[in-house]
């Protein structure tokens, strides 16, 4: 099971593009890379999923190097609502894989 | 629109008292889970059903029992044999089992407290 490490928490202020790298050296073949966004009081949403490269949605991108040992999730020109905790997870999609959501990044956007 | 409703969103037990939070799902999912998260914390597991009338233990599933019934609906009952029942705890749902790669959709949680 990929284990994944990513920084406790992040400021920055409206307006900028933020950047989260999630690390997971050991991640298997068979194995995706998802990002969920969670707000207080709120059950975790998931944002963007990718095997390779570089995948985007209307909310986020999601650039994975050639060696997949990591992984950075870019918010856009971030606002204040973008304030909430990001968890990156690595696991195969098909099957049942024990995994665990993290401590997560703790993200605040300062106006 | 299609989700996730769990129910109530704040609950209170009395000590020695068996409580139940209800989850249901109409996604048409196969897989079901129950987690729970304490302040600044991450996601636990606490069991989790792959199908109907099956469900397996996660990694705190002491004083906590479920039941899978039906596609739409996985009950987790908070026993008196949990200690320390105070959190928040949060349903999901994915398509199949629990990958990691497959996207759990999630309700917005019932805050757990104790009287």
């Known amino acids: 099971l990929a284990k994944t490490t990513q920084p406790i928490s992040m400021d920055s202020y409206e307006g900028q593009e933020v950047n989260i790298t999630c690390s997971h050296n050991n991640i298997a073949t068979n194995d995706y890379i998802t990002w969920y966004q969670q707000f207080p009081s709120q059950g975790p949403r998931f944002i963007i999923q990718?095997?390779?490269t570089k995948v985007t949605n209307e909310v986020a991108s999601l650039f994975i190097p050639a060696d997949r040992k990591s992984s950075t999730l870019s918010l856009p020109r971030v606002s204040l609502s973008d304030t909430a905790v990001y968890y990156c997870?690595?696991?195969?999609?098909?099957?049942?894989?024990?995994?665990?959501f993290g401590i997560g990044t703790k993200l605040q956007v300062i106006p | 629109d299609g989700g996730i409703t769990q129910s109530p969103k704040y609950l209170f037990r009395k000590e020695g008292q068996n409580v139940t939070l209800s989850c249901e799902q109409n996604?048409?999912?196969?897989?079901m889970y129950w987690y729970r998260q304490d302040p600044g914390q991450g996601l636990r597991l606490i069991y989790y059903?792959?199908?109907?009338?099956?469900?397996q233990k996660g990694d705190i599933a002491e004083g906590y029992s479920v039941s899978r019934e039906k596609k739409e609906s996985f009950p987790l009952t908070v026993t008196s044999a949990q200690k320390n029942p105070t959190a928040f705890y949060l349903c999901a749902s994915s398509i199949s089992g629990q990958g990691g790669g497959q996207p759990q959709h999630f309700g917005d949680g019932t805050r757990l407290s104790i009287l």
């Open positions: 996604l048409n999912h196969d897989a």
């Open positions: 059903s792959q199908i109907v009338n099956d469900f």
């Open positions: 990718g095997y390779k």
């Open positions: 997870l690595v696991g195969v999609k098909g099957g049942y894989q024990k995994v665990t």
